[in-house]
């Protein structure tokens, strides 16, 4: 009854069978590290008399350690005491291995668990400063829907520091996001969340939100994330202002530009890009946006202007330097006049890298200098045929008394001396002189009638400009100046003041190289070129050097203000040869 000795054990294959009773069958069976554990549970189960029941390991009948189930009831007397004890044993080994492996799992498991939470935790952590460094705003939604899985709203699971600090709120994390921010739906934000949700594509949106006292600008993104978002959102509120006054800077630009009939232009040095403001495409009549070049300007310019326009695309091609231009495009039926300014702008190594210009129309200036100008031409047109006039007058008045007066007076002089040499033999001395004297006064009415005609050119009045001219030639017959006259056929008459001109700055530069140059051959031609009449007066003389600030010739001085009243130029050079003198004389025709 005390397990003091086992009377048999039938082991089968699990255990060494004990066919005869013995005394060491815990040592046969049991590990000696085991067996204090189980003497205890057989003291307990003596002590108690109850069932003995003990999981315990033993020495398998291979001599392998293994796992039992042991399980022995008492046997009783009449008097209730234990009398001997019946038991079985069970094996569990492999049960027990199960155990132990699931055992060594489940740590191992757990361990991992815990490792990897760590890690997790580490990554959220390292993900939370990642966010909170970041100066736009960020959040990490999670979808929430209703019994019939419509979206309703979303619950916020992660919120960055720069979000807490643009809406003022550190509680966001595990509410409701529109709930929240109910202005999310009439700004339409919330509509292309869902919209995002659906269609697993990103969208962003510019957005003014003025609801929960904000009053801002957002930059929104959405990203789908599983089932909910990722959303950032960035403040550009200074963005929106800067543009909402560049915008007016540019509508003012463009009224000004539409007033002021101007536009302005950039060109990329670089990329050779050319851009032009609205009011660019306003002068040049062409419609917004339409394709444009810096050889616009080749394909405007007026014929003239050419040079200027090819000049243009050269400077902003090769020179890369500040210009400013005067150019006449055809627009439509309309000649504009276009004041072209340009400045070039460096980098930091003062390399030109952008043009910048501005194109003005001068149209209506011109036209009012024009005018302008043709008032002043016309009040000095008046004042030229005044002085003419004037001057022709006084001339007609002296060619008179010369002719009327002192060449009436010399003739009766003549007459009387004629009448007094009848009375005087020839062959006295008083004669003689009496001879000399009528040949004298002779010469003295010659020289009064032709001093009297070259004042009053008849042939000028009655014939015009080119019979004067080739009658003053004639006049050179004979002389030692050889005089050639070369005058074009005009289809009519010039005015009388420009033919009065042409033939008074004409006698005086004859008068001046017979006085002055000890020329043999002169020419004097006269003809019209564009919308100028060009005399030209050329002989083989010595030459003179001339200086408009120092002359002092009454003649050439009368000659040069003469020709700048008319608005021309007067100019004096060498012939090719470089013997003789040319004096050039430009007017306008009209």
């Not at 549970?41 to 189960?45: E, H, M």
């Not at 090769?318 to 006449?328: A, G, Y």
């Not at 030639?473 to 006259?485: E, F, I, P």
């Given at each position: 009854?005390d397990?003091?000795?086992?009377?048999?054990?039938?082991?089968?294959?699990?255990?060494?069978?004990?066919?005869?009773?013995?005394?060491?069958?815990?040592?046969?069976?049991?590990?000696?590290?085991d067996?204090?554990?189980?003497?205890a549970?057989?003291?307990?189960?003596i002590?108690?008399?109850?069932?003995?029941?003990?999981?315990?390991?033993?020495?398998?009948?291979?001599?392998?350690?293994?796992?039992?189930?042991?399980?022995?009831?008492?046997?009783?007397?009449?008097?209730?005491?234990?009398?001997?004890?019946?038991?079985?044993?069970?094996?569990?080994?492999?049960?027990?291995?199960?155990?132990?492996?699931?055992?060594?799992?489940?740590a191992?498991?757990?361990?991992?668990?815990?490792?990897r939470?760590?890690?997790l935790?580490?990554?959220?952590?390292?993900?939370?400063?990642?966010?909170?460094?970041?100066?736009?705003?960020?959040?990490?939604?999670?979808?929430?829907?209703?019994?019939?899985?419509?979206?309703?709203?979303?619950?916020?699971?992660?919120?960055?520091k720069?979000?807490?600090?643009?809406?003022?709120?550190?509680?966001?994390v595990?509410?409701?996001?529109?709930?929240?921010?109910?202005?999310?739906?009439?700004?339409?934000?919330?509509?292309?969340?869902?919209?995002?949700?659906?269609?697993?594509?990103?969208?962003?949106?510019?957005?003014?939100?003025?609801?929960?006292?904000?009053?801002?600008?957002?930059?929104?993104?959405?990203?789908?994330?599983?089932?909910?978002?990722?959303?950032?959102?960035?403040?550009?509120?200074?963005?929106?202002?800067?543009e909402?006054?560049?915008?007016?800077?540019?509508?003012?630009?463009?009224?000004?530009?539409?007033?002021?009939?101007?536009?302005?232009?950039?060109?990329?040095?670089?990329?050779g890009?050319?851009?032009?403001?609205?009011?660019?495409?306003?002068?040049?009549?062409?419609?917004?946006?339409?394709?444009?070049?810096?050889?616009?300007?080749?394909?405007?310019?007026?014929d003239?202007d050419?040079?200027?326009?090819?000049?243009?695309?050269?400077?902003?091609h090769?020179?890369?330097?500040?210009?400013?231009?005067?150019?006449?495009i055809q627009?439509?039926d309309?000649?504009?006049?276009?004041?072209?300014k340009?400045v070039?702008?460096?980098?930091?190594?003062?390399?030109?890298?952008?043009?910048?210009?501005?194109?003005?129309?001068?149209?209506?200036?011109?036209?009012?200098e024009?005018?302008?100008?043709?008032i002043?031409?016309?009040?000095?047109?008046?004042?030229?045929?005044?002085?003419?006039?004037?001057?022709?007058?006084?001339?007609?008045?002296?060619?008179?008394?010369l002719?009327?007066?002192?060449?009436?007076?010399?003739?009766?002089?003549?007459?009387?001396?004629?009448?007094?040499?009848?009375?005087?033999?020839?062959?006295?001395?008083?004669?003689?002189?009496?001879?000399?004297?009528?040949?004298?006064?002779?010469?003295?009415?010659?020289?009064?009638?032709?001093?009297?005609?070259?004042?009053?050119?008849?042939?000028?009045k009655?014939?015009?400009?080119?019979?004067?001219?080739?009658?003053?030639?004639?006049?050179?017959?004979?002389?030692?100046?050889?005089?050639?006259?070369?005058?074009?056929?005009?289809?009519?008459?010039?005015?009388?003041?420009?033919?009065?001109?042409?033939?008074?700055?004409?006698?005086?530069?004859?008068?001046?190289?017979?006085r002055?140059?000890?020329?043999?051959?002169?020419?004097i031609?006269l003809?019209?070129?564009?919308?100028?009449?060009?005399?030209?007066?050329?002989?083989?003389?010595?030459?003179?050097?001339?200086?408009?600030?120092?002359?002092?010739?009454l003649?050439l001085?009368?000659?040069?203000?003469r020709?700048k009243?008319?608005?021309?130029?007067?100019?004096?050079?060498?012939?090719?040869r470089?013997l003789?003198?040319v004096?050039?004389?430009?007017?306008?025709?009209?």
């Open positions: 009854p397990w003091e000795q086992m009377h048999c054990l039938a082991g089968k294959t699990f255990l060494v069978n004990t066919e005869n009773p013995c005394s060491d069958w815990l040592d046969l069976y049991i590990p000696a590290e067996q204090p554990d189980v003497r549970a057989v003291q307990r189960a002590d108690t008399k109850t069932p003995f029941e003990l999981e315990h390991r033993v020495i398998q009948a291979d001599g392998q350690l293994g796992w039992t189930f042991s399980r022995a009831v008492p046997l009783l007397d009449g008097n209730g005491e234990i009398t001997e004890w019946l038991g079985a044993a069970s094996n569990i080994t492999l049960r027990r291995q199960a155990e132990t492996q699931l055992r060594e799992f489940n191992l498991l757990e361990a991992q668990m815990a490792e939470t760590e890690a935790q580490e990554n959220k952590d390292l993900l939370q400063s990642v966010l909170d460094t970041s100066l736009i705003s960020m959040v990490v939604l999670k979808a929430v829907r209703d019994e019939n899985g419509n979206m309703t709203d979303f619950y916020t699971r992660l919120v960055n720069q979000l807490e600090r643009e809406t003022g709120r550190t509680d966001l595990g509410k409701l996001y529109a709930e929240q921010f109910p202005g999310l739906r009439p700004t339409g934000v919330f509509d292309l969340m869902r919209r995002v949700m659906d269609t697993g594509n990103p969208e962003g949106m510019e957005y003014h939100y003025a609801h929960e006292g904000l009053d801002k600008w957002y930059s929104s993104l959405f990203v789908k994330l599983d089932d909910g978002l990722v959303a950032t959102h960035l403040d550009i509120t200074e963005r929106k202002q800067a909402a006054e560049l915008n007016k800077q540019y509508e003012l630009l463009r009224q000004a530009e539409d007033v002021a009939r101007m536009g302005s232009w950039e060109y990329d040095i670089a990329s890009a050319f851009h032009w403001s609205e009011g660019m495409y306003r002068l040049f009549g062409l419609p917004l946006n339409s394709p444009i070049s810096v050889h616009t300007y080749l394909a405007f310019a007026v003239e050419r040079p200027v326009a090819e000049r243009i695309v050269r400077r902003l090769d020179t890369h330097r500040p210009f400013e231009e005067t150019l006449r627009v439509e309309q000649l504009v006049t276009l004041k072209i340009a070039v702008l460096h980098d930091s190594q003062q390399r030109p890298v952008r043009i910048l210009g501005v194109d003005v129309d001068i149209s209506e200036l011109k036209r009012l024009q005018e302008k100008l043709d002043k031409l016309g009040q000095q047109k008046q004042l030229l045929i005044a002085i003419l006039d004037a001057q022709e007058e006084e001339r007609r008045r002296v060619a008179e008394s002719h009327n007066g002192v060449g009436q007076i010399l003739y009766a002089t003549k007459l009387h001396l004629e009448r007094v040499g009848r009375l005087l033999p020839t062959d006295t001395p008083a004669g003689q002189a009496l001879q000399t004297t009528d040949s004298l006064l002779s010469e003295a009415i010659e020289e009064t009638r032709r001093v009297s005609h070259e004042l009053m050119p008849v042939s000028l009655d014939f015009g400009i080119a019979a004067a001219l080739h009658d003053l030639c004639r006049k050179y017959q004979g002389s030692a100046l050889r005089l050639d006259c070369r005058v074009a056929v005009f289809r009519q008459r010039l005015e009388s003041h420009l033919e009065l001109a042409l033939y008074r700055i004409s006698q005086e530069l004859i008068t001046n190289i017979v002055h140059s000890e020329a043999s051959e002169a020419s031609v003809k019209k070129q564009g919308n100028h009449l060009l005399l030209r007066v050329i002989d083989n003389g010595r030459g003179f050097a001339y200086d408009p600030e120092r002359t002092r010739g003649g001085r009368a000659t040069t203000d020709v009243l008319l608005g021309g130029t007067f100019s004096v050079s060498r012939t090719e470089g003789g003198t004096v050039t004389v430009r007017i306008p025709a009209d």
